[in-house]
């Protein structure tokens, strides 16, 4: 069965830290690895989307990284603002496969405290 | 942000008692999906549509029906609710279901479900 399984599952970071969150998989093959952020009371929305052949894809101060040998996925937050505190989903994408078959990881929770 | 509206945002309902949860959208999107969060878990699927009046069960659908009547509606009705079923549940639309990059899953804000 596919496996996403994200680290830490909470952190506390202060403001203006950098911080990472790492992404665990056994899917194989995927087409591709998204990142969403979801905020207390709200819907995930995309953060970043990477094919398997890319290494890093930037938003902003959010930066993902994708080893595919290792199958790890990393974000990089730099420079935390408060409203970065959030719940941080990694999803990884089978390939050929349709949004009826995602598996979600359990997410990380950070908190940026001022 | 894509156009998601979900129905109530918060219910409270007793153990045994018949709920429907709408997803309304104005995207014309052709897929739309439910998935409940709970904690401790990743959003799992309970339904999902590829059309009007097309749909299918997804990993957690047992207690729950969905029907799409229209484009823009789709319904998640707890037959008989029960406390399990108490949850965040969430709405999703797609254009395409090939997980393109170019077809981005869109989220709604959710409804809170508590049953007693």
């Known amino acids: 069965k596919n496996q996403v399984e994200q680290s830490p599952q909470s952190l506390i970071i202060l403001e203006g830290k950098n911080c990472t969150l790492q992404?665990?998989?056994?899917?194989?093959?995927?087409?591709?690895l998204r990142w969403y952020k979801q905020d207390t009371g709200r819907g995930p929305v995309s953060l970043t989307i990477?094919?398997?052949?890319?290494n890093t894809k930037s938003n902003g101060r959010y930066t993902a990284t994708l080893d595919a040998d290792t199958k790890q996925s990393s974000l990089h937050i730099t420079a935390s603002q408060l409203s970065d505190s959030a719940s941080y989903i990694c999803?990884?994408?089978?390939?050929?496969?349709?949004?009826?078959?995602?598996?979600f990881g359990k997410g990380t929770m950070l908190l940026v405290s001022p | 942000d894509a156009g998601i509206t979900q129905s109530p945002r918060h219910k409270v309902t007793e153990t045994g008692t018949p709920v429907t949860l709408r997803c309304h959208q104005t995207?014309?999107?052709?897929?739309m999906y439910w998935y409940r969060q709970d904690p401790g878990h990743g959003l799992r699927l309970i339904h999902y549509?590829?059309?009007?009046?097309?749909?299918d069960k997804g990993e957690v659908s047992d207690g729950y029906s969905v029907s799409r009547s229209k484009t823009e509606d789709f319904l998640l009705t707890l037959e008989s609710a029960t406390s399990s079923q108490t949850s965040v549940y969430f709405c999703?639309?797609?254009?395409?279901?090939?997980?393109?990059?170019?077809?981005?899953?869109?989220f709604g804000n959710g409804t809170r479900l508590t049953v007693t």
């Open positions: 999803v990884v994408i089978p390939t050929n496969s349709g949004y009826s078959t995602l598996t």
């Open positions: 549509s590829y059309g009007v009046k097309d749909t």
């Open positions: 995207e014309n999107h052709r897929y």
């Open positions: 999703a639309i797609s254009e395409w279901d090939r997980t393109g990059i170019n077809s981005p899953l869109h």
């Open positions: 992404c665990n998989y056994t899917v194989s093959p995927f087409s591709n």
């Open positions: 990477m094919t398997f052949s890319e």
